[in-house]
């Protein structure tokens, strides 16, 4: 089966810089890799994803690259804010499948 | 956007009782739907995958007769967790996802905890 690798596992930025959180998956069939975040007791919501026809998207101050070659992906968030603060957890999954294989996740504490 | 909903939020039993959770797609219909299980500032683990009218795929690790799963209609979708241990104790996240398409919704989330 799919396995999915995510680092760091914290990460603490200054409030107005850059984050960057990265996956690998295991499986060459994956394709449809989407990101959630996930407040505290809450659910996880879907942020972006992306699918394995293109190699970037973006939305405002969030973007995600993905190398099909290597088997890896990555979320960058600009202009950090407080209200980012939460855990971010990267999935893979294929076509027909359905099945989402998540991340370890990242706790992203942004300071104010 | 789609929503899903679960019920109860939180829930606490004595060891050995049984607990329904349920999970409703309220806006959209849910040809499948999964059922995950989140210890604290761990990972989401797949337990299990329904879709309408079918039994069940579980995952390996994951007893079928303790975490009694039916997803009886299109919006619908039970997690009974039988015999209930004191680690059984976890938040359950449910998710579903209509016909083809990739994205998943997750409902809010149901912490159990068994005494």
């Known amino acids: 089966g799919e396995n999915v690798e995510q680092h760091p596992s914290t990460l603490s930025v200054q409030e107005g810089d850059s984050a960057v959180i990265k996956c690998t998956y295991s499986d060459s069939a994956s394709n449809y890799f989407p990101w959630y975040k996930q407040e505290l007791g809450k659910r996880p919501q879907l942020i972006i994803d992306i699918r394995s026809n293109v190699g970037e998207k973006k939305d405002q101050r969030i973007a995600v690259t993905l190398n099909k070659t290597a088997k890896h992906f990555s979320l960058h968030i600009t202009e950090t804010q407080p209200e980012d603060s939460a855990v971010y957890f990267c999935?893979?999954?294929?076509?027909?499948?359905?099945?989402?294989?998540f991340g370890t996740g990242t706790r992203l504490t942004v300071i104010p | 956007g789609a929503v899903v909903s679960q019920h109860p939020s939180r829930v606490i039993c004595k060891s050995g009782t049984s607990v329904k959770i349920e999970c409703r797609s309220l806006d959209f219909q849910a040809t499948t739907m999964f059922w995950y299980r989140q210890f604290p500032k761990k990972s989401l683990m797949l337990m299990a995958t329904s879709n309408e009218g079918s039994k069940a795929t579980y995952e390996q690790g994951v007893e079928k007769d303790k975490f009694l799963i039916n997803h009886a209609s299109l919006t619908l979708s039970t997690l009974t967790v039988t015999s209930a241990h004191p680690e059984d104790s976890s938040f359950y996240i449910c998710?579903?996802?209509?016909?083809?398409?990739?994205?998943?919704?997750f409902g809010p989330g149901t912490r159990l905890t068994v005494t």
């Open positions: 999935a893979a999954s294929r076509t027909g499948a359905n099945n989402l294989f």
């Open positions: 998710s579903g996802a209509s016909g083809s398409k990739y994205e998943q919704y």
